[in-house]
């Protein structure tokens, strides 16, 4: 529903139906679109969008890895394309696929599961990951949004265009993160 839309009313006995008409909405659910970069479990975001009267508040539940960088290539690995897993954190923990040469990690080709996170990798700028026989190898990784819950669903008097919010402050450090209502 959208402030002005109008719902009549069915069922039982009347004579005229009741004609309701919507004069405010408030977020029910939201999805994220864009993760964004930076941000932590049970960091708040207030987002922007359509005309609030009472500003909703969104809570960062859970994160994800959205990329990373070799912190340090490690020594004893597999070459190739490899595959390695972060090892901190709470949570579902993150995958990336890396190219192997000489026995190190030289480069981060994707991330190829970003984990569900409920507290964060230890050391984000040098987290240390397991796989392909490697020892002492880390990767520096950024994250995103995985899920929100809903902390103040806000009052619209003005849905946002297209049901999407954008972030307009936050309590940590995150930016960029994109939801649809």
Sequence with gaps: ???GD???LSGGTYSTPTTLQVSATLVQSVTPFAAGT???PGDTIVP???TQTSAAQFTVATTKVVSATVA???SGGTNGTQTVTGTTGTGTKFQASVTVSGGAITAVLSITLGGNYTVNPTTLSSEP???AGLSGA???VVMGISSVTISNAGVFSANPAGLSFTQAS???GGTGATFYG
């Design 48 to 50: 922007s969008g359509g």
């Design 72 to 74: 340090a290539g490690g």
């Design 38 to 40: 930076g941000y932590a």
């Design 129 to 131: 990951v397991t796989g």
């Design 1 to 3: 529903y959208a402030p």
């Design 170 to 172: 936050s309590s940590g």
């Design 6 to 8: 109008t719902a009549t």
């Design 138 to 140: 880390r990767l520096s």
